[in-house]
C-alpha cells in the first residue's frame, strides 16, 4: 500500500493527475484525492512547509529533471518510443530483445542526422513514415532520447501506462506541446 502522507514521486505524479482528471470532468474528487489534498495541506499550515514538497511532487534531488513537467514529458516521450518500437517491426518477426537493438540504433542515427536537421520545424517532414516520425515527435518532447537497447526495451516493455491511467493522459494534454501517439 502506497502511504498518502509520504508519496515518492511517481505516487504524486499520479494523484495530482487524477486530481486534474476528476475536476475537468466537472465530479467530485475520489476520497483518495481529498485525504491526499487534505494531509498535504495540514502539514503544510503547521509545519509552515512548500506544499508541493508535502505533496511528493518536488524533486527531492532537488533538480528541474523531477519536476512533475518533465516527468509528464518523459511519458509522452516514452508512449512516443513504444509507437517506433511498435513501427519498427510492425510484423513483429524480432523478439523483443532484438526490436530494442534494432530501435537503439534507429535512435541512435536519428539523433545523429535527422533531428539536427529538423529539430526547428514545427512537425516532421510530411514523407517521413513509421518510427522515424514517432522518434521525431519523441525528440520534440525535449527530454534527451535514451540510446541504450536495454533502456528502450524496459520502457517498451512498461507500454500502456499512458493508454491505461485517464489522469496522465489528461494532464499529459494540457502540459506537453507534443500529444499523445494515436
Known amino acids: ?11 504524486a505524479l499520479r494523484m495530482l493527475t487524477g ?3 476528476e475536476l475537468l470532468d466537472g465530479g467530485d474528487l475520489s476520497a483518495t484525492s481529498r485525504e491526499w489534498l487534505t494531509i498535504g495541506l495540514l502539514r503544510s499550515l503547521r ?4 506544499l508541493d514538497a508535502l505533496l511528493g511532487l518536488r524533486s527531492q534531488r532537488g533538480g528541474r529533471d523531477c519536476s512533475p513537467s518533465i516527468r509528464l514529458s518523459r511519458h509522452v516521450r516514452d508512449a512516443w518510443l513504444c509507437r517506433a518500437y ?3 517491426d510492425p510484423a513483429r518477426v524480432l523478439p523483443p530483445g532484438q526490436r530494442a537493438v534494432r530501435l537503439a540504433d534507429a535512435v541512435k542515427a536519428f539523433t545523429r542526422f535527422d533531428w539536427p536537421k529538423t529539430r526547428s520545424a514545427s512537425a516532421p517532414p510530411a514523407d517521413w513514415q513509421g518510427y522515424r516520425k514517432a522518434l521525431w515527435f519523441a525528440a520534440a518532447t525535449d527530454v534527451k532520447l535514451p540510446e541504450s537497447a536495454n533502456r528502450l526495451g524496459v520502457i517498451c516493455r512498461q507500454a500502456g501506462c499512458l493508454q491505461n491511467d485517464k489522469g496522465l493522459k489528461v494532464a499529459a494534454t494540457y502540459c506537453s506541446h507534443i500529444s499523445l501517439p494515436p
Open 19 to 21: 486530481v486534474l482528471s
Open 47 to 50: 509545519r509552515d512547509e512548500p
Open 86 to 88: 511498435d513501427l519498427i
Open 1 to 11: 500500500m502506497v502511504s498518502l502522507s509520504n508519496p515518492n514521486q511517481e505516487t
